[in-house]
T-cell receptor, first 114, second 116 residues
Framework: LAKTTQPISMDSYEGQEVNITCSHNNIATNDYITWYQQFPSQGPRFIIQGYKTKVTNEVASLFIPADRKSSTLSLPRVSLSDTAVYYCLVGDPTGAGGSYIPTFGRGTSLIVHP | GAVVSQHPSWVICKSGTSVKIECRSLDFQATTMFWYRQFPKQSLMLMATSNEGSKATYEQGVEKDKFLINHASLTLSTLTVTSAHPEDSSFYIC????????????FGPGTRLTVL
């Protein structure tokens, strides 16, 4: 299983763009990168998923360099409600490589200040 | 989007009793469900993987006789904490996914278990 490394915490201010980087040096060929957001006492919520280059949806962008050994979650113009823990997961969600066992790392605690 | 529910959302029980937590996929059929445990200010720890109609696969260090998992249908999985003790107090979260192309995991809201 590819291990992920993220900063433990980050601080930002309302209206700023926040970039959270995740390292996954031993990512496998079939692995995708998925990011989740978790508020206290709630289950994680899917944010975005990608395989290479750039993926964008209504809430975030995901940048993946050519070597795929890292990825960056970009949150545009954060607000106070974006204060949460963000998790980066790496794995093969198609199951082609066998059973998909989603494993959470420590995550990044983002605090957005007024 | 796909919705996963958990019941109850919180439960308080006495030491030595058993507690059952339900996880339901409300608008899709979940071929696989996962059970996690999360202690305060820690990450989610995978406890077991549950496939419909088969025995659950437990992670190393998780006692299968203490944490009984049943995945009787494509929309329901249950976790029973048997003979609960205060150290079992935690936040239990389930997730569900289907195996079609790129499957997302959809998480339930979690169940807060407090054992007195």
């Amino acid at each position: 299983l590819a291990k992920t490394t993220q900063p433990i915490s980050m601080d930002s201010y309302e209206g700023q763009e926040v970039n959270i980087t995740c390292s996954h040096n031993n990512i496998a060929t079939n692995d995708y990168i998925t990011w989740y957001q978790q508020f206290p006492s709630q289950g994680p919520r899917f944010i975005i998923q990608g395989y290479k280059t750039k993926v964008t949806n209504e809430v975030a962008s995901l940048f993946i360099p050519a070597d795929r050994k890292s990825s960056t979650l970009s949150l545009p113009r954060v607000s106070l409600s974006d204060t949460a823990v963000y998790y980066c997961l790496v794995g093969d969600p198609t199951g082609a490589g066998g059973s998909y066992i989603p494993t959470f790392g420590r995550g990044t605690s983002l605090i957005v200040h007024p | 989007g796909a919705v996963v529910s958990q019941h109850p959302s919180w439960v308080i029980c006495k030491s030595g009793t058993s507690v059952k937590i339900e996880c339901r996929s409300l608008d899709f059929q979940a071929t696989t469900m996962f059970w996690y445990r999360q202690f305060p200010k820690q990450s989610l720890m995978l406890m077991a993987t549950s496939n419909e109609g088969s025995k659950a696969t437990y992670e190393q260090g998780v006692e299968k006789d203490k944490f009984l998992i049943n995945h009787a249908s494509l929309t329901l999985s249950t976790l029973t904490v048997t003979s609960a003790h205060p150290e079992d107090s935690s936040f239990y979260i389930c997730s569900a996914s289907w195996r079609e192309g790129l499957n997302e995991q959809f998480f339930g809201p979690g169940t807060r278990l407090t054992v007195l």
